[in-house]
């Protein structure tokens, strides 16, 4: 029997999955609507709050399509369907695919038939980003009160450290951004489009300061990301 990597069990499994995330999304979605009414917050209040909240998954969404495709080359759809739309990243999983094939000394430019280079993909995928789901509960309420003490002690500090944790995290992705800056031009194609991001962001940031566009505040963020993924998308034609 000949491996493949969107056979029917593999999408049944993907499916399966992807209803019960659905499905969990829709419960948790009604019970917070009704504690909303029980509470006596306005309708139009929690109208409101849903629409902001679907709007800005938009981004997400489209990050989440895209890492699907681009993953789906060499691992098939059922993998990275599930994958990227449950916890994964395309910034996580395409490097995890990626090292684990190198080390193997498989080629992701043309669809996994091995069943023995698909496992441990999944696998390095899955034990990889496990410390985070096990570090979160454990390790996130004593940050919490950690950073609450010093902001109470000195708010100034405790925003320059929530800065500072923030760009941390950002500088854990940059390798990839300069990445390959040796290749020629189109190495800089990720850091023309972490730069358009950044000035979309900016822009953003002056329209809600200057002329009071306080709605802006919501879809900032979704804003910078569908602009720059679709800069992306136009300057790797033009130049890639």
């Not at 369907?81 to 992701?108: C, D, K």
Request: aromatic residues 10%; contains cysteine; positive net charge.
């Amino acid at each position: 029997m000949n491996f493949s990597v969107n056979s029917t069990f593999l999408f049944t499994v993907a499916i399966v999955v992807i209803l019960f995330v659905i499905a969990q999304s829709v419960f948790f979605l009604i019970r917070a609507y009704r504690r909303g009414k029980e509470i006596g917050m306005d309708k139009k209040v929690l109208q409101k709050t849903i629409l902001s909240s679907a709007i800005f998954t938009v981004a997400p969404a489209v990050s989440i399509l895209l890492g699907v495709i681009t993953l789906s080359k060499f691992l098939g759809i059922p993998l990275p369907w599930i994958r990227m739309s449950v916890i994964g990243a395309i910034t996580y999983e395409l490097p995890a695919a990626t090292s684990t094939a190198t080390a193997l000394g498989v080629s992701l430019s043309e669809t996994i038939t091995d069943p023995r280079v698909y496992t441990a993909i999944a696998w390095v995928m899955t034990l990889g980003i496990l410390p985070s789901i096990v570090g979160t509960p454990i390790l996130l309420k004593p940050l919490q009160k950690g950073m609450v003490k010093i902001k109470n002690k000195d708010e100034k500090w405790g925003n320059h450290l929530l800065t500072a944790m923030f760009l941390g995290m950002i500088s854990a992705f940059l390798g990839m951004v300069f990445a390959d800056v040796r290749s020629g031009l189109a190495g800089f194609i990720p850091i023309f489009v972490l730069l358009f991001s950044a000035l979309l962001m900016g822009i953003c940031g002056i329209l809600i300061k200057k002329c009071n566009m306080k709605w802006l505040e919501t879809y900032a963020m979704s804003i910078s990301m569908v602009g720059a993924m679709i800069f992306a998308c136009v300057i790797t034609a033009l130049i890639g």
